[in-house]
Structures are given as C-alpha cells and as structure tokens.
C-alpha cells in the first residue's frame, strides 16, 4: 500500500515511462495500462482551473512571499 507521498509520484511514473518509450524500443520496457480498458495511460499538464496546458502556453515564475 502506497502512501499519500507515494500516490502523488504515479503521473511522474506514467512521464518517465512514456518519455523512456520514446527514447528506446516501444516493445520494451514498462507501461502503466486502465486496469477496466487496457489503454495506456499518459501524462500531461493541467492548471488548477482545469485546462490542459501544451508547452507552449506555460510559463515558469518565482514565488514571492507577501
């Protein structure tokens, strides 16, 4: 059984996984599947607000304290 720590590292799993298809063989290695369907899982980026976020529309900032 995972902790809350360890259940907040899974999308970062589902990444490497999927980055590590695209550097090697896509037969290889590890893939992370929906246990109901089959299909495999991918990762990607969403604000808070709900949208999906492409590279192109992020931005990084520094946070300042108030």
Do not use: Y
Not at 19 to 28: E, F, N, T
């Amino acid at each position: 059984m995972l902790t809350d720590r360890g259940r907040a590292l899974f999308p970062l799993l589902v990444a490497l996984a999927e980055w590590g298809r695209g550097q090697s063989s896509p037969d290889k290695g590890v893939e992370f599947v929906h246990a109901d369907c089959g299909g495999r899982l991918s990762a990607g980026v969403s604000c808070d607000h709900g949208h999906d976020v492409p590279l192109a529309e992020a931005e990084a900032r520094i946070i300042r304290s108030k």
